[in-house]
Nanobody, 118 residues
């Protein structure tokens, strides 16, 4: 079992930055691929970014490429999402996820709200 707790959400003006963090419980954190997803009101949950077990490989949605950076610390059992140049379209609840097999997400956090004002 892995429990995930997100933090760092909030209200920010367009063009600003936020850093989301996700703390994971358990001693098997380094065996999981980690990801960030988001869900805007009235829309389906969508992929934002993923990082592999070692932190050496990352992938991003086209809409955030170049603005967001995902990273992880396997000693602290955390994964972060640095979000720069935020846009109103980035407004959503952001979820942290852990998955053992690539493309499959086994555990989810409760989400943290990010609101970007224009």
């Amino acid at each position: 079992q892995v429990q995930l707790v997100e933090s760092g959400g909030g209200l920010v003006q367009a063009g600003g930055s936020l850093r989301l963090s996700c703390a994971a419980s358990g001693r098997t954190f380094s065996t999981y691929n980690m990801g960030w997803f988001r869900q805007a009101p009235g829309k389906e949950r969508e992929f934002v970014a993923t990082v592999d077990r070692s932190g050496g490989s990352t992938r991003y949605a086209g809409s955030v490429q170049g603005r967001f950076t995902i990273s992880r610390d396997n000693f602290k059992n955390t994964v972060s999402l640095q979000m720069n140049s935020l846009k109103p379209d980035d407004t959503a609840v952001y979820y942290c996820a852990a998955g053992y097999y690539r493309g499959n997400w086994d555990y989810w956090g409760q989400g943290t709200q990010v609101t970007v004002s224009s």
